[in-house]
């Protein structure tokens, strides 16, 4: 059974940062794409960033480019997120997710495992 548990979230200022941790078990981990997506209150689950299995290539949304990073580490089978210049609207709960390809998806029904969520509260 593939299992996802991400960590890291809090409550931090306006131009602070958080860093988002996402462990994962039950699945070669080195061998699926991996994405990180958010859900604020009322809104539809929306793309932030993904990576492919390799970590060579990586996506983002175009409102957290320059100032999110998405990593993993094979070895630590774990899945990672920098935010910086954190805003309001960043808020929201972050899940982290993977789907059975290499390859990466901005669609979060290309997505068949996922976390229970991190809440990320952006707020002075």
């Known amino acids: 059974q593939v299992q996802l548990v991400e960590s890291g979230g809090g409550l931090v200022q306006p131009g602070g940062s958080l860093r988002l941790s996402c462990a994962a078990s039950g699945r070669t981990f080195s061998n699926y794409a991996m994405g990180w997506f958010r859900q604020a209150p009322g809104k539809e689950r929306e793309f932030v960033a993904a990576i492919t299995a390799s970590g060579r290539t990586t996506y983002y949304t175009d409102s957290v480019k320059g100032r999110f990073t998405i990593s993993r580490d094979n070895a630590k089978n774990t899945l990672y997120l920098q935010m910086n210049s954190l805003k309001p609207e960043d808020t929201a709960v972050y899940y982290c997710?993977?789907?059975?390809?290499?390859?990466?998806?901005?669609?979060?029904?290309?997505?068949?495992?996922w976390g229970q969520g991190t809440q990320v509260t952006v707020s002075s």
């Open positions: 997710a993977t789907r059975p390809t290499v390859l990466v998806s901005t669609s979060p029904h290309q997505y068949d495992y």
